[in-house]
């Protein structure tokens, strides 16, 4: 019984170790729309970056303007 609080410490260990450590990250830094320093993933970036984008007529379309309203 003595034995069973090592044990428990040992595999909380391992599950976190095995989970989170796998490979470092890369992280890259990027500023947000209000000046803030932050760190993301490389691989959330790159996601993004084979997204596909909005077009320009898609954004006019979404952004309430009021050169849109028809009179």
């Known amino acids: 019984m003595g034995n069973n609080k090592s044990e ?5 260990w391992f599950l976190t170790g095995g989970l989170t450590g796998k490979a470092k990250q890369e992280k ?9 320093l932050v760190e993301i993933d490389k691989a959330v970036l790159d996601a993004i970056k084979t997204s596909q984008k909005a077009t320009n007529k ?9 050169s849109k309203e028809k009179k």
Do not use: F, H
């Open 28 to 36: 890259v830094k990027m500023l947000t729309a209000d000046g803030q």
């Open 8 to 12: 428990n410490k040992s595999r909380r």
């Open 58 to 66: 898609e954004i006019y379309d979404w952004m309430n303007n009021p």
